[in-house]
């Protein structure tokens, strides 16, 4: 059995990140946070929300500039050991 580790994605490439939490005033800002640590040139105000219907948790959708798997890998460990972060896709 092979095991191949090459990647389906072409990088550089802007690539959309889903951040699920509760709907706290520090969320959307921390998730930018961790974003901009990892992307520069990320931009806050592209970031899209979406609001659960008992608006107890607030869902994101963040698009890095890619540069490796290793960047996503980190970006996805920093997220999801957030405190403030619930879920992360």
Request: charged share 20%; proline share 7%; aromatic share 8%.
């Amino acid at each position: 059995m092979t095991i191949h580790n090459e990647s389906l994605i072409k990088y550089p490439c802007n690539f959309p990140i889903k951040v699920m939490g509760k709907n706290h005033p520090d969320f959307k800002p921390a998730v930018a946070m961790v974003c901009k640590q990892f992307d520069p040139q990320f931009n806050y105000s592209e970031i899209e929300e979406r609001m659960s219907k008992s608006n107890n948790y607030l869902g994101l959708t963040v698009n890095i500039n890619a540069t490796s798997r290793e960047q996503l890998d980190e970006i996805y460990r920093t997220l999801s050991t957030h405190p403030l972060v619930s879920v992360v896709l």
